[in-house]
């Protein structure tokens, strides 16, 4: 038998939650952020579904080739930049726009052939302290970059929220985001040129930053960053169910341990399920027993240590599942923030991770 292992991938999840994201910023455009091959969905996959976005957002130039080769023709931003001064001519050859958050970009492109124009979205750095010139470089930075013939259009302005899972419900809450919003007001006031500021968070939380463009990735997979709440408490639906099967069911006696380092003791004589899935597909190993699975769709926990390509599962609360019996990891039913949280990280990383050797499947 073929290893059971496969990720499903709902397109129309993924084409209801754009809607969604449109709905929440009814004024706003729409930059589909598909980095890392659109959260481990698939980026041409994820590209053809979200057909509709007005733009899209990579961290690589191999994934704008990836795209414009899928035959999309909407605006692209690299949303790094570029960092060499070979990447301006790629960049001009596909019609790729680039962030430009440091000075020694500038450099590169008033030293490119002028003849290679590309569209600039300047990054300012309004409190993450990650990417992007200080607010009293930024206007600088803006007047060398519009001096430039290649520099096509107006420039357009951008930001990024540290925080923007906190939302505005309490004086306490979203400070830092508040304070971004003004310094980032205040930095281009007067200039000309679109502006972007909202990653998902601050499509959900922050309707007053959501201005020309906003930056969705999370949210266009059904996944939420907001402590304590799932993709499904802002009406989008989960677009990954990562499932596999049932390969075994062992009857273990009671003070038998289970799996490496024998870190979980059978509380009684019971059923213990093995499924085909480990850390080896992505599944964090990280995750403790208790974690929860379904089995036939039923809650059943995670027992044992996560190995390379098993987990071992506590039956006592299914015992009509059977070898064969499909077992889900995340997906719509258990939402994989709820497994991010017992692993200790965030659904984002999770679906990410899912390694080569898994089968995708579209539905
Ligand atoms: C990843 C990223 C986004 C999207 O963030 P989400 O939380 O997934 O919506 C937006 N902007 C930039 C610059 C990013 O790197």
Same mark, same amino acid.
């Given at each position: ?7 499903? /991938? %709902? &397109? !129309?999840?993924? +084409?209801?939650?754009? @809607?969604?994201?449109?709905? $929440? ?98 990054? /300012? %750095? &309004? !409190?993450?302290? +990650?990417?992007?010139? @200080?607010?009293?470089?930024? $206007?600088?930075a803006h007047a060398r970059l519009s001096a430039i013939p290649g520099v096509v259009g ?86 990954? &169910?990562?499932?596999?099967r049932l390969i075994a069911i062992n009857h273990i006696r009671k003070g038998e341990r ?106």
């Amino acid at each position: 038998m073929a290893r059971p292992t496969t990720a499903v /991938i %709902d &397109t !129309g999840a993924l +084409r209801h939650n754009l @809607a969604q994201v449109r709905g $929440r910023a009814p004024g706003s455009r729409v930059m589909a952020v598909v980095k890392a091959d659109g959260y481990g969905h698939g980026l041409e996959r994820v590209a053809r579904s979200l057909a509709g976005a007005d733009a899209f957002g990579v961290a690589a130039l191999s994934d704008a080739e990836r795209l414009r080769a899928a035959g999309v023709s909407q605006p692209i931003l690299l949303l790094s930049g570029f960092d060499e001064p070979s990447d301006i001519g790629r960049m001009r050859a596909l019609h790729v726009d680039s962030a430009i958050h440091h000075a020694s970009q500038i450099e590169m492109l008033e030293q490119a052939d002028p003849g290679e124009l590309i569209g600039c979205w300047l990054k /300012i %750095d &309004t !409190g993450m302290h +990650r990417l992007g010139f @200080a607010p009293e470089h930024a $206007r600088e930075a803006h007047a060398r970059l519009s001096a430039i013939p290649g520099v096509v259009g107006e420039i357009r302005l951008l930001n990024h929220f540290a925080s923007s899972d906190e939302f505005d419900d309490s004086p306490s809450h979203g400070r830092q985001t508040r304070e971004q919003m003004r310094i980032f007001h205040d930095t281009v006031a007067g200039l000309p040129g679109e502006r972007s500021l909202a990653n998902s968070a601050a499509v959900l939380g922050w309707p007053d930053a959501h201005a020309d463009w906003v930056r969705a990735g999370g949210a266009l997979y059904g996944m939420s960053v907001v402590e304590g709440r799932t993709g499904a408490d802002f009406g989008l639906q989960p677009a990954m &169910t990562f499932a596999t099967r049932l390969i075994a069911i062992n009857h273990i006696r009671k003070g038998e341990r289970v799996g490496y380092s024998a870190t979980w003791e059978c509380p009684e004589d019971m059923p213990i399920g093995v499924a085909a899935i480990g850390y080896g597909d992505g599944y964090p190993r990280a995750a403790p027993s208790g974690t929860p699975m379904l089995v036939n769709g039923r809650r059943a926990p995670l027992v044992g240590r996560v190995s390379m390509d098993l987990v071992t599962i506590d039956l006592r609360g299914v015992p009509e599942a059977r070898v064969g019996d499909p077992v889900t990891l995340w997906g719509p039913e258990l939402p994989v923030e709820t497994i991010a949280l017992a692993a200790g990280t965030i659904g984002y990383e999770l679906t990410c991770s899912i390694t080569r050797r898994v089968r995708f499947v579209e539905r």
